[in-house]
């Protein structure tokens, strides 16, 4: 009887929205998996952490929990739900307990410096340095319309210290994006090695999961197939 997990829960980073990973559910779906792309507000961390659990409760069973850039700290919280059996980091923070987005950017800085708040406490990508600090490797025109279609996140979700990280606790798998410039690659590494996640790495701009599609289902798969379920 075939044990492995058949759901996938996919989360999406700052700046931008769940519409990023559709080539990656595109390949999952036809594996034979059942996909749920969350679209959270990068509002606060507990509405994030909400939307998350809410698409964790809608499935079936066993998930693999998938998160991209900021969406590595959601999942690090929403991890604990007891039904995620597996998490993915695609380049993303993976904070350890005490620590933030922010403290992980401020302890070794990318190279991108474009990243501004407003009077309302939320924080952009300066539309000008879009493409070549968030996703160099995609088709110029998706890059254009990422940036002026971007998600702004909210101070209070960038800046949460996370108090219990389920990557202590799960099985951790981990993709590094050697050419981002809006998480540094070495922290990437770092955040890897600590959560002892198998990892592999890409010649990629931050947003690995659409220039990556392939590599990026892969490894979800590697994670949903080599998990062992409790029953």
């Not at 403290?103 to 406490?121: C, V």
């Not at 996640?197 to 990556?212: D, F, G, L, R």
Request: hydrophobic share 40%; glycine share 4%; proline share 5%.
């Amino acid at each position: 009887m075939d044990q492995h997990i058949k759901n996938v829960v996919l989360v999406h980073g700052a700046f931008a929205d769940g519409s990023g990973w559709e080539a990656v559910a595109n390949i999952l779906t036809k594996n034979g998996y059942k996909v749920s792309v969350v679209q959270h507000p990068e509002t606060s961390y507990a509405d994030d952490q909400k939307y998350t659990k809410a698409a964790i409760d809608a499935m079936d069973g066993p998930v693999v929990l998938v998160g991209h850039s900021y969406g590595g700290s959601v999942i690090t919280e929403a991890g604990n739900h007891p039904n995620v059996a597996a998490l993915v980091y695609i380049a993303a923070f993976a904070p350890d307990e005490g620590e933030s987005c922010a403290s992980i950017e401020q302890a070794l800085p990318p190279a991108s410096t474009a990243i501004k708040s407003d009077s309302n406490g939320l924080w952009w990508i300066d539309q000008v340095h879009f493409a070549a600090d968030f996703a160099a490797d995609i088709p110029s025109e998706k890059a254009a319309f990422m940036a002026i279609s971007q998600v702004p996140i909210s101070t209070d979700a960038f800046t949460h210290k996370i108090t219990n990280p389920a990557w202590k606790k799960k099985p951790t798998w981990y993709m590094v994006a050697t050419a981002d410039r809006s998480i540094n690659p070495d922290q990437e590494r770092m955040m890897a090695k600590r959560a002892k996640a198998k990892t592999i790495e890409v010649n990629s701009s931050h947003v690995a999961y659409i220039s990556h599609p392939k590599e990026t289902a892969k490894l979800i798969e590697e994670a949903a197939t080599s998990t062992q379920i409790n029953k």
